[in-house]
C-alpha cells in the first residue's frame, strides 16, 4: 500500500510541475497560471509529505523530532506534511531534523522550491 501511494505521490509531483512549465496561451490565463502555481506548491508539499512518511515507516531515512508528543501515524503524517512544508517555502527552523537519506531528499526539495518561483516568472512573460 505504501508502494503505490508513494509512486503516485511521485507521479502526480511530476505531471504538476511539467503542466505547470507549459507555456501560457494567452495573457488572459495569468490568473488560471497563478492557481496552478498555488495548486503546484501545494501538490509538492503533500507529495513530498508522502514520500517522508513512506520512507521513514520503511525505516529508510530518520527524521527527529523535538516535539513532545506519542508517535501515532496521525502525528507522523502531519510531523512530515509540516516538514515537507517548511521546507520547500523557508529551508526549515531546525524543529524537526532530517538524518540520512533524508538529507538528500530535503536538498531535492529546497531546490524545487527555489525553482517553482523563478518557473513562475518565466512562463508569466513567456508571451509578452
Known amino acids: 500500500m505504501l508502494v503505490i501511494l508513494c509512486t503516485l505521490a511521485i ?3 511530476i505531471i504538476s510541475i511539467t503542466i505547470f512549465l507549459y507555456p501560457l496561451e494567452t495573457s488572459r490565463d495569468s490568473i488560471k497560471h497563478f492557481f496552478l ?4 506548491y501545494a501538490h509538492t508539499i503533500v507529495g513530498f ?3 517522508y512518511f513512506c520512507l521513514s515507516e520503511w ?3 530518520q527524521l527527529i523530532d523535538h516535539s513532545p508528543h506519542t508517535a501515532t501515524i496521525y502525528h507522523m503524517l502531519e510531523d512530515t506534511i509540516y516538514f515537507s512544508a517548511v521546507t520547500l517555502l ?5 524543529d524537526i531534523v532530517p538524518l540520512g537519506l533524508a538529507r538528500w531528499i530535503v536538498v531535492v526539495q529546497a531546490l524545487i522550491g527555489y525553482l517553482l518561483p523563478a518557473s513562475f516568472v518565466v512562463t508569466s512573460l513567456h508571451n509578452r
Not at 37 to 40: E, N
Not at 90 to 94: A, V
Open 11 to 13: 507521479a502526480g509531483m
Open 37 to 40: 502555481f498555488l495548486f503546484v
Open 49 to 51: 509529505g508522502i514520500i
Open 59 to 61: 525505516g529508510l531515512l
Open 90 to 94: 523557508t529551508i526549515g527552523y531546525g
